[in-house]
């Protein structure tokens, strides 16, 4: 199944992001990207699809990652008002932000097609 490079540095940025959420005392190591990866490729195989998609990824990161997420205490009283399910969409969110998907950059791609 194939993995574009601009899926696989974002999953490999967002995972890195996932230590730098506030509130997070331990976030996701390099492991935890190499699994988000795979599970990416097995998601999209059991799709019908011989390639990954930034759904895939964005769909599977709280599933892959989100067991290996340690908060810190005031992160955890700060959001006592929500649900774990909550929390964790938080989170994700935060690391999105931190992580954007990346997109092509299809004017280097058309100038070099061009010249």
Same mark, same amino acid.
């Given at each position: 199944?194939?993995?574009?490079?601009?899926?696989?540095?974002w999953i490999i940025r967002l995972?890195?992001a996932?230590?730098?959420?506030e509130g997070?005392?331990?976030g996701a190591? &390099?492991?935890?990207?190499?699994?988000?990866?795979?599970t990416a490729?097995?998601?999209?195989?059991l799709?019908d699809r011989?390639?990954?998609?930034p759904e895939? &990824? $964005?769909?599977? /990161?709280?599933?892959?990652v989100?067991?290996?997420i340690v908060?810190?205490?005031? /992160?955890l009283? $700060?959001?006592?008002h929500?649900?774990?399910? $909550?929390t964790? $969409?938080?989170f994700r969110s935060q690391?999105?932000?931190?992580?954007?998907?990346?997109e092509?950059d299809w004017?280097?791609?058309t100038?070099?097609t061009?010249?």
């Amino acid at each position: 199944v194939y993995v574009d490079d601009l899926v696989q540095r974002w999953i490999i940025r967002l995972v890195r992001a996932s230590r730098d959420v506030e509130g997070v005392a331990v976030g996701a190591s &390099v492991r935890g990207s190499l699994v988000l990866e795979q599970t990416a490729r097995a998601w999209a195989l059991l799709n019908d699809r011989g390639y990954v998609i930034p759904e895939d &990824v $964005e769909g599977l /990161f709280l599933p892959v990652v989100g067991h290996r997420i340690v908060f810190r205490p005031s /992160f955890l009283a $700060e959001t006592r008002h929500l649900s774990a399910h $909550e929390t964790m $969409e938080r989170f994700r969110s935060q690391c999105i932000a931190l992580a954007p998907r990346l997109e092509p950059d299809w004017r280097s791609d058309t100038a070099a097609t061009a010249g």
